[in-house]
């Protein structure tokens, strides 16, 4: 059974980095074709990908907010960790971590977290 | 980047009815497209993948068809548990992981 979850703060003030980490069981992010993404939404908005990260340590970002963003993986932990600089307030948003479904070119979702909800304010 | 614009925003139907979402891709996507529902603080399910393959457990009153540039998400007889919001995704290899704007599918 595959399952997924974020922690991380709650709250962040503007111009702070902000570090999230998902962990996950059910599958190991040393197996061939895994892969691990980070996909926010802000309150009453759209769903917005951000940042995957692959079992070979290949990486993709979000063009608009590349410059902003890393993902790392710790495989010995089973955690996968985002950090976002320069937080700003239209940041504020529910952000997940998924599963990637394996098939396919590029990387849709089968498992979701439950998300965690980041405030930026001062 | 490939834009995705789904159609319509708001759809209010009837239990029983059968809907259809439009999604269509600013540049062709083959079949590389997924569909979600996101029910209200919840996550995003992945129903359908490939265009019109069915996720495992997903009811068979979800279906989906298209190629190229557009795509449709079709529910056969709405259901109580339908009402929810539902997004299309491409996912080709060569551009990032675009999501469409989503179309909340509302009680009449």
């Known amino acids: 059974q595959i399952t997924l979850k974020e922690s991380g703060p709650t709250l962040v003030k503007p111009t702070q980095t902000l570090t999230l980490t998902c962990t996950f069981s059910?599958?190991?992010?040393?197996?061939?074709?895994?892969?691990v993404g980070w996909i926010r939404q802000p309150p009453g908005k759209a769903l917005e990908w951000l940042a995957l990260i692959y079992w070979n340590a290949d990486k993709r970002y979000s063009p608009s907010l590349k410059s902003r963003l890393t993902i790392t993986k710790d495989t010995s932990k089973n955690q996968v960790v985002l950090t976002m600089t320069n937080m700003d307030p239209v940041d504020t948003a529910t952000y997940y971590c998924a599963h990637r479904h394996l098939g396919g070119p590029g990387y849709y979702f089968d498992y979701w977290g439950q998300g965690t909800l980041v405030t930026v304010s001062s | 980047d490939i834009q995705m614009t789904q159609s319509p925003s708001t759809l209010s139907a009837s239990v029983g009815d059968r809907v259809t979402i439009t999604c269509r891709a600013s540049?062709?996507?083959?079949?590389?497209l997924a569909w979600y529902q996101q029910k209200p603080g919840k996550a995003p399910k992945l129903l359908i993948y490939?265009?019109?393959s069915l996720q495992s457990g997903v009811p068979s009153r979800f279906s989906g068809s298209g190629s190229g540039t557009e795509f449709t998400l079709t529910i056969s007889s709405l259901q109580p548990d339908d009402f929810a919001t539902y997004y299309c995704q491409q996912y080709t290899s060569y551009s990032p992981a675009n999501f469409g704007q989503g179309t909340k599918l509302e009680i009449k």
């Open positions: 059910g599958f190991s992010l040393s197996t061939s074709g895994v892969g």
């Open positions: 490939k265009a019109s």
């Open positions: 540049q062709s996507i083959s079949s590389w």
